[in-house]
């Protein structure tokens, strides 16, 4: 099965649709007890030699790579601390951070890979990375919703400014169905838009507004992917679904081989064949 390398991730939301759907999904996140199998803590500790040793010899090869830094430093919310945290070196920490990232992705070479942020300076601080896509989770909260929470939506529409029951404030958090400009840097495919009008909770605007404190339960809840867009995400960016040519499919065969078996046991070369090439067959 195909892996994911998914980065900064304590939540498991980001990564969910692609475990379901069989993947191996490895998180990395400072919070989490490391295994050294599917879960890691510290991505400092991710070089060349570790990577080999409990990537490739785990997994053969990884096909994505999903990251959200922690935006504390680089998004504009907070610019007017960025001089100090320039200063006093938080700001060279937390690029470091990103650095590591983007070596992660050059060791590994996936199919597709991508940085997630919310407005802020990540471009400036970063100007390889290009210019991002922007978007709000209601443009994707579509993906999670069914034709049972429609009527529950509407019903919220209709309501006091404010007045929503924990039910309710679940499904706009898990759908996404409220405002956050986020970017994403990377190379990967846009997902489709499946928008849903976002839903005041407060006079702010979104349930985030209405968020106070700086403890670290606030800064989770702030930071959890909405699952509407995980599974656009998913939708979108699932290893070989973007070949439609027969030739370009062959091609990739080939150099996927050499590459697989690069980092394969010589007592499992004919099984890492076959493997990739149960794979490829599915999407043509």
């Given at each position: ?45 991710a070089c060349a030699e570790f990577i080999y040793e409990h990537i490739f010899e785990n997994y053969g090869t990884v096909e994505g790579v999903i990251a959200a830094p ?174 439609e040519d027969e030739d370009e499919f062959f091609d990739l065969y080939v150099v996927e081989t050499e590459y697989r078996l690069q980092n394969s046991k010589p007592e ?17």
């Open positions: 099965m195909p892996t994911l390398l998914s980065l900064f991730d304590y939540s498991g939301n980001w990564s969910r649709p692609y475990a379901e759907a069989g993947w191996n999904v490895i998180q990395w996140d400072i919070k989490h007890e490391c295994d050294k199998y599917s879960k890691f803590s510290d991505i400092m500790d922690d935006c504390t430093h680089f998004a504009n919310s907070g610019a007017q601390y960025w001089k100090i945290k320039d200063e006093d070196g938080r700001t060279a920490i937390a690029m470091e951070y990103v650095s590591q990232v983007l070596r992660i992705v050059d060791l590994c070479k996936p199919y597709f890979w991508v940085i997630e942020n919310p407005v802020g300076r990540l471009s400036k601080l970063f100007p390889e990375l290009g210019k991002p896509h922007y978007f709000n989770p209601c443009d994707y909260a579509g993906y999670y919703t069914n034709s049972d929470d429609e009527h529950l939506i509407e019903l919220m529409r209709q309501k006091p400014l404010g007045d929503v029951s924990k039910e309710e404030l679940e499904l706009i958090k898990k759908a996404g169905i409220y405002t956050k400009k986020t970017g994403l840097w990377g190379n990967f495919t846009i997902p489709e838009i499946k928008y849903i009008e976002p839903i005041r909770t407060s006079k702010q605007g979104s349930w985030l507004q209405s968020l106070g404190g700086k403890s670290k339960k606030t800064k989770e809840e702030r930071s959890n992917t909405p699952l509407g867009f995980s599974y656009a995400f998913y939708q979108a960016n699932n290893t070989f679904d973007h070949i499992k070369v004919q099984e890492t064949q076959l493997s990739l090439w149960e794979e490829m067959k599915e999407v043509i």
